[in-house]
């Protein structure tokens, strides 16, 4: 099988990889049409700023690109949002893959805390796809300071000042909020499902 990373201006790109080599697979990193229009499962992690990715994105033709895939895709992160249609981050339009906005997080108390940082639990409401075989209430890891409401497209939510969409899913595209390469087995085998689609 053979798993491409979309290379990009965006971070976390060698931990995703190194998750897959854990499970055995190795993977491609590449900016490379053909070799992302045929790989088998394409993914879109990312750690960044979303204005900033998406002038990259534009620029080197990646953003039409990522919209053509046909294969399983799975968003990480940025990557996730970036897939919505608009990113309060920079006020810039987006991939609008998923058709709905990302949201800045407001404190609604003095303990709430930006960016969201650490473990929350998952309530899943496609038990399918990527989740197959989960039961909900498994935790996972979060790093992030903007969030995507819950939509038509929520696979999964988190509650953290208010529920927010803590993964999605449309057609061929897949998304999590959380780093499932930093969330231990739960995370693993999001990906391992993901690698089986």
Not at 16 to 29: P, Q, S
């Amino acid at each position: 099988m053979n798993i491409a990373i979309i290379k990009y201006n965006a971070g976390n790109i060698y931990s995703v990889d190194y998750a897959l080599k854990r499970l055995g697979v190795e993977a491609v990193i590449t900016a490379d049409k053909e070799t992302l229009m045929s790989a088998d499962k394409v993914i879109f992690p990312g750690v960044g700023e979303a204005e900033t990715t998406m002038n990259y994105l534009r620029e080197h033709k990646l953003d039409l690109l990522i919209k053509d895939l046909k294969q399983p895709v799975l968003g990480i992160c940025l990557g996730m949002q970036l897939m919505c249609r608009h990113s309060e981050e920079g006020n810039v339009d987006c991939l609008n893959i998923f058709d709905v906005d990302v949201k800045r997080f407001i404190p609604a108390r003095h303990e709430d805390k930006i960016p969201h940082m650490g473990w929350n639990s998952l309530q899943i409401s496609q038990p399918e796809g990527i989740f197959r075989n989960f039961k909900g209430g498994e935790f996972v890891y979060f790093v992030h300071s903007f969030y995507v409401p819950v939509s038509e497209h929520t696979a999964a939510a988190t509650d953290y000042i208010h529920p927010f969409s803590a993964a999605m899913h449309k057609d061929n595209f897949y998304a999590t909020q959380f780093h499932p390469e930093k969330s231990g087995e739960v995370g693993q085998q999001i990906l391992r499902n993901f690698l089986e689609l």
